[in-house]
Nanobody, 124 residues
Framework: VQLQASGGGLVQAGGSLSLSCAASRRTFSSNNMGWFRQAPGKEREFVAGITWKWGITYYADSVKGRFTISRDNVKNTVNLRMNSLKPEDTAVYYC??????????????????WGQGTLVTVSS
């Protein structure tokens, strides 16, 4: 398994949760990393991304100001800190990796590797 996501769970609206994605050193050191989510009956959507070289971050408008993506270059992990959670944030969250390819961050098919997903449930 090259990407392993963890940290999902049940939280009340307004609460916080952190997700982590562990990658192999080889994957982590040269790939841009992203988080996606997929709610029941909906398509997978981009949440946040971070470049491998400079750590530049990108966010979907729906999570901007509430979520923070970061990289730990010692542990080879990509983390997603989620604050002020809303019921509409409920979804299975996936981490993904891709070599830099210039395509939009939200392009699901532009990613080479996917983690297994971790469920986040936000109750109202």
């Amino acid at each position: 398994v090259q990407l392993q996501a963890s940290g999902g769970g049940l939280v009340q609206a307004g609460g916080s949760l952190s997700l982590s994605c562990a990658a192999s050193r080889r994957t982590f050191s040269s790939n841009n990393m992203g988080w996606f989510r997929q709610a029941p009956g909906k398509e997978r959507e981009f949440v946040a991304g971070i470049t491998w070289k400079w750590g530049i971050t990108y966010y979907a408008d729906s999570v901007k100001g509430r979520f923070t993506i970061s990289r730990d270059n010692v542990k080879n992990t990509v983390n997603l800190r989620m604050n002020s959670l809303k019921p509409e944030d409920t979804a299975v969250y996936y981490c993904a990796a891709r070599v830099p390819n210039g395509r939009p961050w939200y392009a699901v098919d532009s990613y080479d590797l996917w983690g297994q997903g971790t469920l986040v449930t936000v109750s109202s």
